[in-house]
């Protein structure tokens, strides 16, 4: 197990000739993107929209006997005025999830493998490359695209179809990653507004559901016709993703004071450090409020 | 010369007073989760009469692992001083309990996963995460543990399963059950949790 992270080099030569079709794959998008004249200039997020905001700065903790006080970490949290509209979305949510999805997605868990349904998974997430290739173009992030561009080109190829993700085995070594609309807004100094959790479709806010809209044309099943076959799909993929995934829910609404609350909180938490972890450069801790 | 010598005993004063850590923490995590994944492993303890076992084998590796003051302090942040020293080393408990009953399970059904130990970034001069990844069969879930470094031990203070921190998750929920009622209200939440768990 300990050797397992020193194995995920792969060999010097190998590494130099990826790092050749990297470079080459980098050059060719930068002048792409230079044709296509977007040159948005977006190197450091801005700080985002007050309601992202924290309460107010440096929390000066408590300290009990010897221990000093905390270097803490603010958590980030998100205007909630719908609560008592958003607390009963999540209410149907949460029975929609345990009376259908759940309940489907164990018997059609039963009858396919795990094995089978991973690879659906992979299908689906190659087919939604142009949602993560065009976002990354948006955000500046050639380096990411680049990744995609290639990550795309093995697994549609070697992968067959992209039921396969060799891309992110050591050979190729280009690790899975995942953006979105919500997230290029984010880069341009977009706050999320506030809390919205919709019905079926979960946790989001004003920036993400206007980013859900923009992606939505980047989705290729969007293009399928007639519409309840597109929805059949989709729906396919929900339920395929649910039952590689069943207990997540459970455990975080086990692990809750407040269930409501606590997703929310996951919700805000992962969506900001989905654009943190992009940028090298860590967040304003404390950004400007009014 | 004397500024020499100065200079020297400065250096030295310099060196003797770096925290000699580099590595240690994640070499502790290391310890620590081979530890855990010896008792999830461990043949003679396969059979579900040996679950309390293990159990209390979990528990006390959690013990050597947590820093549980830290963590259920960070918890409730600001708030801590609300609470007195009682009510505080109650909610140290409830907490803990809670958290027991809500992973324990969760940890227990894991069996061939593997675990990649990443790498450590440090936070601040006393602090760390050691950031780690569970694979299995399906998918990679990431995992980093946050350190503190109190007593010449490293002790995690929180984990961040996703990207989303389990301290500020609670402080979030904590937070906004303090803002309308008083603490005694929030450990009657959290007995009520306990006992339903």
């Keep these: 197990m300990r050797l397992y992270f020193f194995h995920f080099y792969p060999n010097k030569i190998l590494m130099r000739v990826i790092c050749t079709k990297k470079l080459f794959v980098l050059v060719a998008v930068f002048f792409a993107f230079l044709a296509a004249g977007c040159a948005h200039n977006v190197n450091r997020p801005l700080p985002l929209g007050q309601q992202e905001v924290a309460s107010p700065s440096q929390s000066v903790l408590p300290s009990s006997g010897e221990e000093q006080p905390l270097q803490e970490e603010e958590p980030v949290t998100i205007a909630d005025p719908l609560e008592p509209f958003n607390r009963a979305m999540y209410l149907f949510n949460d029975k929609f999830y345990f009376w259908l999805l759940k309940p489907v997605a164990q018997g059609y868990s039963t009858v396919v493998p795990e094995g089978a349904r991973i690879s659906v998974e992979n299908f689906f997430f190659n087919v939604e490359f142009p949602i993560r290739f065009v976002n990354y173009l948006l955000q500046a992030d050639l380096r990411d695209a680049a990744t995609e561009l290639g990550r795309f080109g093995v697994n549609t190829t070697i992968g067959i179809a992209g039921f396969f993700d060799p891309a992110s085995s050591k050979v190729f070594d280009l690790p899975k990653q995942d953006t979105d609309m919500g997230l290029t807004l984010a880069s341009y100094g977009i706050g999320h507004g506030f809390y919205i959790d919709w019905p079926v479709l979960g946790p989001s806010s004003p920036r993400d559901t206007i980013g859900k809209a923009g992606d939505y044309f980047l989705y290729l099943d969007s293009y399928i016709s007639p519409w309840y076959v597109s929805l059949g799909i989709r729906g396919y993929e929900e339920v395929n993703a649910t039952s590689l995934a069943i207990g997540d829910y459970e455990s975080l609404k086990e692990a809750a004071l407040d269930p409501y609350v606590a997703l929310r909180d996951a919700y805000v938490q992962h969506r900001q450090k989905g654009i943190r972890g992009r940028k090298s450069e860590p967040e304003p801790v404390n950004p400007q409020t009014e | ?197």
């Design chain 2, 1 to 197: 010369m004397k500024r020499q010598i100065a200079l020297v005993s400065i250096l030295m004063f310099l060196l003797s007073s770096v925290p000699a850590h580099a590595g240690v923490p994640l070499d502790t995590v290391r310890v620590e989760v081979n530890k855990v994944l010896d008792v999830l492993r461990d043949p003679a303890l396969k059979s579900e009469s040996a679950k309390e076992i293990k159990k209390e084998r979990l528990r006390s590796i959690y013990k050597d692992m947590f820093n549980e003051a830290e963590f259920s302090r960070r918890t409730l942040a600001r708030n801590w001083s609300l609470l007195n020293p009682d009510q505080q080393k109650e909610f140290t408990h409830l907490f803990e309990q809670v958290l027991e009953k809500a992973y324990i399970d969760k940890i227990l059904s894991y069996t061939n996963e593997k675990v990649v130990y990443a790498k450590e970034a440090p936070l601040s001069e006393n602090q760390v995460e050691v950031q780690t990844r569970i694979v299995t069969s399906s998918k990679e879930i990431s995992i980093s543990y946050r350190m503190i470094l109190k007593d010449g031990t490293w002790k995690v203070y929180d984990v961040v399963v996703e990207n989303v921190s389990l301290v500020l998750n609670y402080r979030t929920q904590f937070n906004e059950i303090l803002a309308k009622n008083s603490p005694e209200k929030l450990l009657e939440i959290l007995r009520k949790k306990v006992k339903e768990q």
